[in-house]
Nanobody, 128 residues
């Protein structure tokens, strides 16, 4: 099993940037192949796919609403996945979750239901 803890959220103004981190413990990214994804959920809305990355870090995928603004990356030696968020908008306000799925090294996962491990989330609030 792997435990995930998100950090880096906060209150920012529109146009600002944030970098979220997803730290893993237990079975670590360095020793086990996990695809990782970021999802978000705003009040009253369904959870939405934001970004995903394969274990190698060479393959990524983004939701349409964040393409060109957000970048997902990972450092397996540090057991951490990052989400760099630029040009933030008020509609990016949400609770951001990271999730992990044990799979082949080059597999990328964008479907929420395939992820078996989830963090508790970190709040991002963007004011206009």
């Amino acid at each position: 099993q792997v435990q995930l803890v998100e950090s880096g959220g906060g209150l920012v103004q529109a146009g600002d940037s944030l970098r979220l981190s997803c730290a893993a413990s237990g079975r670590t990214f360095a020793s086990t192949s996990y695809a990782v994804g970021w999802f978000r959920q705003a009040p009253g809305k369904e959870r939405e796919f934001v970004a995903a990355i394969d274990w190698t870090g060479g393959r990524t995928s983004y939701g349409d609403s964040v393409k060109g603004r957000f970048t997902i990356s990972r450092d397996n030696a540090k057991n951490t996945v990052f989400l760099r968020m630029n040009y933030l908008k008020p509609e990016d306000t949400a609770l951001y979750y990271c999730a992990a799925h044990h799979t082949a090294a080059w597999t990328i996962v964008t479907t929420e239901g395939e992820y078996e491990y989830w963090g508790q989330g970190t709040q991002v609030t963007v004011s206009s």
